[in-house]
């Protein structure tokens, strides 16, 4: 997905609203609106509708190098089209596309799956190339996973079905974790309590990036039995904000409200002692006194001293780090994977702590992605003794 600045071709146009809200659109070459797809950005909330904008644009820029057009295009152009892009597909899927670039991971080939099939069902709706959306009809078997999000799962019988979405392969079970001992040096080298409480959160909360850099002061609730009623030992809310100076936005998206001048609601996340710790030092010793924003993470330098910090700050911060401390590349979702292992690890196995714990949306992802069997484990050398008729 290219997010440069685009002459001559489609391309995507990030709008700000007049209440700081941030919505994304599809121009045309010249500069028109592209009609359709505009249509069907505005029915998508703002984080879905800047990842299907920007994978939809690659999409409609390849519908004219094939000689098609979202009114002609057939079924089996899209299963090419996915081909190009990186799915397996039997057959010719056409010219060399997207020359010099690597192609779709899996999981954004399913993205790249679901914003077809919204972008044309939704054209068919207004009478557009109904036959293609027709296709897109189909229905599966639910999975446990599937029953497991739904209220009535245990009833249901189907489920939406797509069918250019690839065939799902079982992630990897060892994440890429940070380097050994990162934390340790992290902290030593940093000189801000700012950047010390960065490291620090990440490793002891598992947060993501844009959970920690959406954070307001509002949402910590850093004390016994809090007034939000809703855990008695130190915590966090995590909420989704539409309007964060920083454009930062959560992922999993909980109802919250604010009764009382108290936010309820949101993703909870237990604190550690040494997160309260490090929110204090950085509290009492850098926050900017006059902040009106109400943010966590500000810059503490420069022309954007006291604004709200952003997560590419955060990332970049992370990066340099790493390799001027010689301990290779460190990102922060690194962090998470530590944590969802460690976690999962010191439950037995029990995916379930796991899951809430981190703030995943299913247990079964937590299974897949981190559940492992140490293979010198007593226990396990013991089980495969006993196949082998050896003593343990």
């Known amino acids: 997905m290219s997010r440069g600045t685009v ?45 299907y904008a920007y994978l939809l644009v690659d999409h409609l820029r390849w519908l004219p190098y094939e000689g098609l057009s979202p009114e002609t295009v057939t079924f089996y152009d899209l299963q090419r089209y996915m081909g190009a892009v990186g799915a397996e597909f039997s057959g010719p899927f056409g010219q060399p596309w997207r020359e010099g670039k690597k192609p779709y991971r899996q999981s954004t080939l399913g993205t790249a799956a679901a914003a077809l099939k919204g972008f044309y069902v939704h054209q068919g709706k207004l009478g557009i190339n109904e036959a293609v959306a027709g296709e897109f009809g189909g229905t599966r078997l639910p999975t446990k996973a599937d029953r497991n999000r739904a209220l009535l799962g245990h009833v249901q019988r189907e489920m939406p079905a797509n069918k250019l979405r690839p065939k799902r392969v079982v992630r990897r079970r060892h994440p890429k974790l940070p380097p050994e001992g990162a934390r340790e040096v992290l902290l030593e080298d940093f000189k801000t309590a700012r950047d010390r409480m960065v490291v620090t959160w990440l490793d002891d909360g598992g947060f993501r990036i844009g959970e920690l850099a959406g954070m307001h002061v509002i949402d910590l609730h850093l004390r016994q039995n809090a007034s939000c009623g809703e855990c008695s030992s130190a915590h966090v809310h995590i909420c989704h904000r539409e309007t964060n100076v920083n454009r930062s936005r959560v992922k999993t998206k909980q109802d919250w409200v604010i009764q009382d001048g108290v936010v309820q609601g949101g993703t909870i996340r237990r604190a550690s002692p040494a997160m309260v710790h490090t929110y204090f030092e950085y509290m009492t010793t850098e926050y900017p006194p006059d902040a009106t924003h109400g943010m966590l993470l500000v810059n503490l330098c420069g022309p954007t001293a006291g604004l709200p910090w952003s997560t590419d700050s955060a990332r970049r911060l992370l990066k340099r780090a790493g390799y001027r401390l010689e301990l290779g590349l460190v990102k922060p979702h690194m962090f998470r994977h530590q944590f969802g292992s460690a976690v999962l690890d010191a439950a037995d196995g029990n995916a379930m702590i796991a899951r809430d714990a981190g703030g995943w949306a299913s247990a079964q992802t937590v299974e897949e992605v981190y559940g492992h069997t140490d293979i010198h484990d007593p226990a396990f050398v013991t089980a495969l003794n006993t196949v082998w008729g050896e003593p343990s």
């Open 7 to 51: 002459i001559g071709d489609l391309r995507v146009q990030e709008i700000r609203r007049r209440d700081g809200r941030i919505a994304y659109t599809i121009m045309e070459p010249g500069g028109p609106v592209h009609v359709v797809a505009d249509s069907f950005l505005r029915v998508c909330d703002v984080g879905t509708a800047r990842t």
